[in-house]
């Protein structure tokens, strides 16, 4: 039957999508959601209510919200997640994350609400050195960004042992892409919107160093479509729900493709896609990039049953297209430059 969830951080680039995937299979979906980066619009007609959840009577109003609407598990996305502004503010961070978290976990065992879906990152890695990461590649994360994902990890499994809670925790390679046009991510933080804002501005894309022990010297990620990272967590939700009881400790989960592909080749893939010119600057390293961070998805395949059916082209096509629907879309002109639509105006 239908389920009524809980989707914190709903109006954000991911969280938009897993509520849409859920409103459009009928589950009872209310958002919260402080709206700080998030876009009220993405929610669609599930219910919206904007509350900070890391704030001072959040857990309150938490818990009046889960008993109003009988909620019956949580996706919680809502957190701050740029590592360099982590590293120069970490007790904010933990506030945010950490603090965020536990409002939610007290105001579920208040209410017995048991079930939780977590945004963990690959970021509780750090710096790897193995070609591919398992679920048993030791945690080590090394900004205060990753830390406060593990501690919220160490925290539900907690939670588990204390009072019973139903936990998975999804450990986010790096997504890119739109299951919809409108739903695009919003910020220009990670490769292709920054390759794409480039482009849009009518400047080169940026290299952050191309001198990597990797075959063409850029550094290589897992790129996952957020697509098919919203079904992971649809998957997650339904294995917990069903009340069935696999655990062989297995809470955390790679979601990832098992593939990678470099910087350089992600801007190939964009030039393909859009048709420009997408010669690149280099630039010097970025501080504290690994040069590979490859997930294997092995563990959520066998244990849920999910994997990535989009690849890397699906993902800059996807991309791109919402992002010309986007307000900073590229008008081409006479097949060479490029300019953002916004200044058209
Ligand atoms: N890069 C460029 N040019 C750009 C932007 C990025 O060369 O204009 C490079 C980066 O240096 C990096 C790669 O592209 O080598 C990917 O960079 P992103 O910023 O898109 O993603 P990261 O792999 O650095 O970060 C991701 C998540 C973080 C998470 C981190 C660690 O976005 O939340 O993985 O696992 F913390």
């Known amino acids: 039957g239908a389920m009524s969830i809980m989707v914190v951080g ?99 065992e208040n209410t017995g609400v048991g079930t939780m879906i977590f945004s963990s990152s690959a970021a509780v890695y750090g710096n790897p050195d193995v070609d591919i990461v398992t679920e048993d590649t030791g945690a080590s994360p090394i900004n205060a960004y990753g830390e406060t994902k593990l501690v919220g990890e160490w925290l539900m499994a907690d939670c588990a042992r204390a009072w019973g809670l139903r936990w998975s925790a999804l450990r986010y390679f790096n997504v890119a892409g739109a299951g919809w046009p409108e739903l695009g991510d919003p910020a220009v933080l990670n490769l292709v919107p920054m390759v794409l804002d480039r ?24 790129y996952i479509h957020v697509l098919d990272l919203a079904h992971a967590h649809l998957a997650a939700l339904d294995h917990l729900g069903g009340g069935e009881t696999s655990d062989a400790g297995e809470h955390v989960f790679n979601v990832g493709t098992g593939t990678g592909a470099s910087v350089r080749e992600v801007i190939e893939e964009i030039g393909r896609a859009t048709g420009m010119d997408v010669s690149p600057d280099v630039e010097p390293r970025r501080p504290g990039d690994p040069p590979r961070l490859v997930a294997s998805p092995d563990r959520i395949t066998e244990a849920l049953g999910w ?14 297209e919402a992002w010309q629907a986007g ?7 006479a097949g060479t430059s490029a300019r953002a639509g916004a200044d058209q105006a």
């Open 10 to 108: 709903g109006a954000g680039y991911i969280g938009a999508h897993v509520v849409r995937l859920l409103a459009d299979r009928g589950d009872d979906v209310v958002v919260v959601d402080d709206l700080s980066t998030g876009v009220g619009e993405r929610v669609g007609d599930a219910t919206l209510v904007e509350l900070e959840v890391a704030g001072e009577s959040a857990q309150e109003r938490l818990e009046l919200l889960m008993k109003e609407r009988a909620v019956t598990a949580v996706i919680h996305f809502a957190a701050k997640k740029q590592v360099g502004e982590s590293v120069e503010r970490p007790t904010w961070y933990f506030r945010q994350n950490v603090g965020g978290l536990v409002n939610l976990l007290a105001a579920m």
């Open 199 to 222: 482009l849009a501005k009518g400047e080169r894309p940026k290299i952050f160093g191309d001198d990597y022990e990797t075959p063409d010297g850029t550094c290589i990620r897992d």
């Open 327 to 333: 307000p900073r879309r590229i008008e081409r002109v």
């Open 307 to 320: 994997k990535a059916e989009h690849g890397l082209s699906d993902i800059i096509r996807s991309a791109w």
